[in-house]
T-cell receptor, first 106, second 114 residues
Framework: AQRVTQPEKLLSVFKGAPVELKCNYSYSGSPELFWYVQYSRQRLQLLLR??SRESIKGFTADLNKGETSFHLKKPFAQEEDSAMYYC????????FGKGNQVVVIP | DSGVTQTPKHLITATGQRVTLRCSPRSGDLSVYWYQQSLDQGLQFLIQ???????AKGNILERFSAQQFPDLHSELNLSSLELGDSALYFCASSAGGRGLDEQYFGPGTRLTVT
């Protein structure tokens, strides 16, 4: 079975401080991992996926198969980063974690 | 705007009733996915249809059913509603049927069961 765990429900950080959202997964096969984001009053949308190995809006995420993790990081948080972030794992379907509410304090 | 539309936006109904939620995917997308989002369970995958056929099934209750029509729009039917079914129901679409494909989400239907 595939499972995604995001341990912290709420994360408050000051503007300019680093942000790290933890995501751990369990899956026996080779995982495809994503981060989705939902800004206030907007739809859930893809932020980044591990196969792209790209940085989006300053965010990066590295897949660590040994630790079964896909943590999302940004060195300097901005106010516009305040949102709900979901880690997701795809096998035959997309399994989401419960999400992290990020609040960036000005 | 993702191009995925969902109707209605809000729905208030009583326990024991039946409702139908509708989703129109982005133009050209063949897959439709349904999710339930509640405060305690987070975002739960319910079911996926690809080009009219059921492709994957998640935590969908037997009281719930879905279908995808020839024009590719989809409906999620929820029957014998219980208070615990109150949630936000999202639909998403993707071009293909694979898990790698980016999913585009609709705005959701908020269902309140009283």
């Amino acid at each position: 079975a595939q499972r995604v765990t995001q341990p912290e429900k709420l994360l408050s950080v000051f503007k300019g401080a680093p942000v790290e959202l933890k995501c751990n997964y369990s899956y026996s096969g080779s995982p495809e991992l994503f981060w989705y984001v939902q800004y206030s009053r907007q739809r859930l949308q893809l932020l980044l996926r591990h196969i792209s190995r790209e940085s989006i809006k300053g965010f990066t995420a590295d897949l660590n198969k040994g630790e079964t993790s896909f943590h999302l990081k940004k060195p300097f948080a901005q106010e516009e980063d305040s949102a709900m972030y979901y880690c997701a794992l795809s096998a035959n379907r997309l399994a989401f974690g419960k999400g992290n509410q990020v609040v960036v304090i000005p | 705007d993702s191009g995925v539309t969902q109707t209605p936006k809000h729905l208030i109904t009583a326990t024991g009733q039946r409702v139908t939620l509708r989703c129109s995917p982005r133009s050209g997308d063949l897959s439709v996915y349904w999710y339930q989002q509640s405060l305690d369970q987070g975002l739960q995958f319910l079911i996926q249809y690809y080009n009219g056929e059921e492709r994957a099934k998640g935590n969908i209750l037997e009281r719930f059913s879905a279908q995808q029509f020839p024009d590719l729009h989809s409906e999620l039917n929820l029957s014998s509603l219980e208070l615990g079914d109150s949630a936000l129901y999202f639909c998403a679409s993707s071009a293909g049927g694979r898990g790698l494909d980016e999913q585009y989400f609709g705005p959701g239907t908020r269902l309140t069961v009283t």
